[in-house]
C-alpha cells in the first residue's frame, strides 16, 4: 500500500531564485546530455 500526502511550499525569494537556477542548469544539462546522445547516431539517407 502506498499512501502519497500533498505539501504546498511557499519558498521565500532567495529559494525561488535558487528552484530557478537549479532548474535553468537541469534542463540545459539534459539538452546537452540528448544533443550528444543524437551526435552519436548518423540518420541514414533515404534511398
Do not use: G, R
Not at 18 to 23: D, Q, V, Y
Not at 27 to 42: C, G, Q, R
Amino acid at each position: 500500500m502506498q499512501l502519497t500526502e500533498t505539501v504546498k511550499l511557499y519558498p521565500n525569494k532567495y529559494q525561488t531564485e535558487l528552484i530557478k537556477a537549479t532548474m535553468t542548469e537541469y534542463i540545459s544539462t539534459v539538452n546537452h546530455l540528448v544533443l550528444d546522445a543524437i551526435n552519436v547516431f548518423e540518420m541514414p539517407n533515404p534511398s
